[in-house]
C-alpha cells in the first residue's frame, strides 16, 4: 500500500511565479491536509479538504493561496505570485473517513528566488 | 499562550539512555495526542496515538498523558543512534477528521 505521494520534492520559482503542489493520500483515505513548515518552526496547519470539498481553510493566508482535491485526481494546492516568505517545506496527509490519525508524505520543499 | 509549548532542545544523550520528551498545551478540549517522528528532510512519521489521559506503549516507546495537568510525554527506552531525528507532538480536539496543532519538535541525537 504505497504511503501519501507528493511531487514535486522539490520546487524553485522565482518572485512573482506560480507554484502548484501535488498531492495523491493513501489508498482509501477521503479526507486530505496541507502543512507549511517553516525553518525552526513546528507544522502549521492549511487547509483541510475532502473530495470536492473545502473543509476548513482558517490556516491559509487570505490572498494569493488556493487549495482543491477534484473528485479525479490528486489534490493540489495553488500559491499564485510567490514571495520570498513562502519558502517552506508544504507537507500533505491524509486520513481515512472517521479516525484523527493522519499520515504524512515526504514534502515538497519550495524555494523562491 | 502558545497553544502547544514544546522545547525544541537540542537533546543529546549516550546510547542506551532512557530519552523523555514532553509537550504541554493550554487548549482544555484536546483530546487526542499523536507523536511523530521525523527524520532530517524527510515526512512525519506517526510514532503513538493516545486518547484522553492514561498511559500506552509499544515497543521502546511510552506514551503518557496527564490531562489535569494538561502535559504528555514521550519516553524512549534503550535509546539507539537511529532514534535521532526531531520529535513533535501533535494534538486535536474532537475524534474524527480535524486539523493538528503541533509543538516546534524536539530535537534528539542520540550519540554511539
Known amino acids: 500500500n504505497a504511503g501519501v505521494m507528493q511531487n514535486p520534492r522539490h520546487l524553485v520559482r522565482r518572485r512573482g511565479q506560480e507554484a502548484r503542489l501535488r498531492c495523491s493520500p493513501m489508498?482509501?483515505?477521503?479526507?486530505v491536509y496541507w502543512y507549511r513548515q517553516l525553518p525552526e518552526e513546528g507544522l502549521k496547519f492549511m487547509v483541510y479538504l475532502q473530495k470536492e470539498n473545502i473543509i476548513d481553510e482558517s490556516g491559509m493566508p487570505k490572498e494569493r493561496f488556493s487549495a482543491e482535491f477534484p473528485k479525479e485526481g490528486p489534490s493540489i494546492l495553488r500559491i499564485q505570485q510567490v514571495v520570498r516568505g513562502d519558502s517552506a517545506a508544504y507537507f500533505c496527509a491524509s486520513s481515512p473517513q472517521g479516525l484523527v490519525e493522519q499520515y504524512f508524505g515526504p514534502g515538497t520543499r519550495l524555494t523562491v528566488t | 499562550q502558545k497553544e502547544v509549548e514544546q522545547d525544541p532542545g537540542p537533546l543529546s544523550v549516550p546510547e542506551g539512555a532512557i530519552v523523555s520528551l514532553n509537550c504541554t498545551y493550554s487548549n482544555s478540549a484536546f483530546q487526542y495526542f499523536m507523536w511523530y517522528r521525523q527524520y532530517s528532510r524527510k515526512g512525519p512519521e506517526l510514532l503513538m496515538y493516545t486518547y484522553s489521559s492514561g498511559n500506552k506503549e509499544d515497543g521502546r516507546f511510552t506514551a503518557q498523558v496527564d490531562k489535569s495537568s494538561k502535559y504528555i510525554s514521550l519516553f524512549i527506552r534503550d535509546s539507539q543512534p537511529s532514534d535521532s531525528a526531531t520529535y513533535l507532538c501533535?494534538?486535536?480536539?474532537?475524534?474524527?477528521?480535524?486539523?493538528?496543532?503541533f509543538g516546534k519538535g524536539t530535537k534528539l541525537t542520540v550519540n554511539p
Open positions: 501533535a494534538m486535536s480536539a474532537q475524534g474524527g477528521s480535524e486539523k493538528l496543532v
Open positions: 489508498k482509501g483515505h477521503s479526507h
